[in-house]
DNA sequence: GCTCCTTCAGAATACGATTTCTATTATAGC
DNA sequence: GCTATAATAGAAATCGTATTCTGAAGGAGC
């Protein structure tokens, strides 16, 4: 394959590399025949503009960054991710975006990551998933005015843009259908503590046993890391309670799976001797036996309005609001 | 933030820009006392080189391609896809490199895709997943030089670089072992009938049956599209023939699965009636009841040594060798 | 003391597009 | 018929880095 650049297509159309550049970027001070003529060589050569020389001249590449924060291990087996990743590629790719993923797994990788996507201006703005409510990444983007939106939300610092999914409102809904069912004693098994989302379903737990006028008791709130073994230990911990909790709502589809098992394993039987909801209503929630009532995000809607956001920020313009909050819905099955 | 080029590094240090740049490509041919000066001026002020001057003049971008043959909402739920894509980007990190997802739709947008990745140079080089038996992509990738992994196999081309899940390998294993366990009447779901997956497993399928002497019936091999709905009628088909079959090989752990619950629903017990086996031995297979027994696929590796053989392509050197197979397991569990 | 390397750093160019600046021509207005 | 104004296209500068080319200084060899 021949070098074909515009100065290739401007030599064999007769015209200087400026007017090349001028038709394809559809600039109307331009002649009709001129347009023509080159519009015919570029037909016939398939000449296609390189994207680096792009990037370097116009100072934008084009590209969204994706981080996810979180080790490959746990994000191997999350069909969340899939479903994220396909509807911003899609969203992405209507105002002619690419997405480039990246993984965060130790806090020094986290700064490698943003150093290299960011400072290097290799994407034009980062999608952030999964934040701690801490988070010196987040302080130093909008300190530096780099573009980013957040799935997910960030409280100490005002300014920044984020995508939510209801996670208080969902939690509520959750917790609030297993006392309008008639369960007493329910527990809630978090993710890690440090995140945001499990902080905010705590919240809206609590905030519907409140409405009900239920205590609340401690003890029957545990969290877990993303894997089987310490959601389960988690679980065990909360039948050792006397009396044991009626109901669990899991963080996550995966940790109300997994703690629905292992109270499979100690004999009690869903739903009549324990309920179990998660959240996201992934496939899994369809397969599985009893099958599991859930709370359904709306993964496309996340990932549609964080990339319209991000790409309203990358344009250099302000966003509307800049923060939004994606409705849930409860999808009852059989396990509560 | 201030302009931050090396010209303005070089200012402050005292130095030319060209040295500048040789500090940071770590050339020998530069001073100790220089480069101190030089590194230090970096350190201070946190410099950064600009990856799309970098793309530009040295005519790489470091960014790989992932592109999937497949509509985001048959993507949403897979969890393959996010194991894939973890581990490749992990790999990819390794050697400094980042990954962009893209996702091709329909015919068009797979043409958008090629024609939008890598004839822009947007990326170095691309790994394309699910392959169709005759794909115009591949032979054209191929005819034009572009450096290009598939994971899969392409049989039409010989030079395509490859790497593969033991695919004839891991089916004749599941069906063996079905035969063993004393199944006599095992049916095969398989996946679209144009991706070479359905077709290899398909081919491992015969074998094992013919390996015992068992007859081919044409009549228990059906088809299914990446959804529930079309797994489930492809089910129903197989428990109408008389005698019904008493094992099912999927192509794919979520079309046994489906395919599982079909059979629960018509009253069949799993796995004394009818046993089962997936493929990918993905978190679901593990929560279901009764758990599926499954071919685990190595993921990470498929993903590494595609990406190490991609690496090496676009670098410039001719992998070795150029198929790779990568070996599957059997993990049993209770549907089989 | 002279030439010949070697070592190292600066100057200059290239990468391939976009965009500003400049020049030409044609038309209008008087 | 002369200037003013568009309309249009070419020339040239620019984006920020990598690298080739060039030159200066210092050391070795005789």
């Keep these: 394959m021949a070098e074909l650049k515009q100065v290739e297509i401007a030599r064999l159309a007769g015209v200087s590399q400026a007017t090349v550049s001028r038709v394809l970027k559809g600039d109307p001070q331009v002649n009709d025949e001129m347009r023509a003529r080159v519009l015919a060589v570029v037909q016939e050569l398939g000449y296609v503009p390189d994207a680096r020389a792009q990037s370097l001249r116009s100072q934008r590449t084009r590209l969204l960054g994706l981080v996810v924060h979180r080790a490959p291990e746990a994000l191997a087996g999350d069909p969340f991710f899939s479903a994220l990743i396909a509807s911003i590629v899609e969203q992405a790719g209507k105002h002619d975006y690419h997405l480039c993923v990246d993984t965060a797994r130790t806090a020094r990788s986290q700064r490698a990551i943003y150093e290299e996507l960011l400072r290097t201006r290799r994407v034009d703005g980062l999608i952030l998933v999964e934040s701690e409510t801490h988070d010196k990444r987040i302080e130093r983007l909008s300190r530096e005015g780099f573009p980013f939106v957040l799935i997910g939300r960030y409280e100490p610092v005002d300014a920044v843009c984020s995508v939510d999914n209801d996670n208080i409102g969902a939690a509520f809904m959750a917790t609030d259908y297993l006392i309008r069912t008639g369960r007493k004693r329910i527990a809630y098994i978090g993710g890690p503590a440090g995140l945001t989302v499990t902080r905010d379903r705590l919240q809206g737990y609590k ?95 996340l990932a549609r309005r964080a990339t319209e956001m991000l790409i309203t920020l990358t344009e250099g313009h302000e966003p509307q609001p800049k923060r939004q909050i994606v409705p849930a819905r409860l999808v009852k099955r059989e396990s509560a």
């Excluded at 905030?207 to 389960?232: I, K, Q, W």
């Design 207 to 301: 905030n519907a046993l409140e409405s009900h006028g239920v205590g609340y008791d401690p003890r029957r709130v545990v969290f877990a890391e993303f894997n089987e073994r310490s959601t389960a230990s988690a679980m065990a911990e909360l039948l050792n309670l006397t009396p044991p909790p009626d109901a669990v709502v899991g963080m996550d589809d995966l940790i109300a799976l997994s703690a629905m098992r292992e109270a499979k394993r100690h004999g009690r039987r869903v739903p009549e001797d324990i309920a179990f909801i998660g959240f996201n209503d992934s496939p899994l929630c369809h397969y599985v036996e009893p099958s599991l009532t859930s709370i359904a995000v709306d993964i496309p809607a």
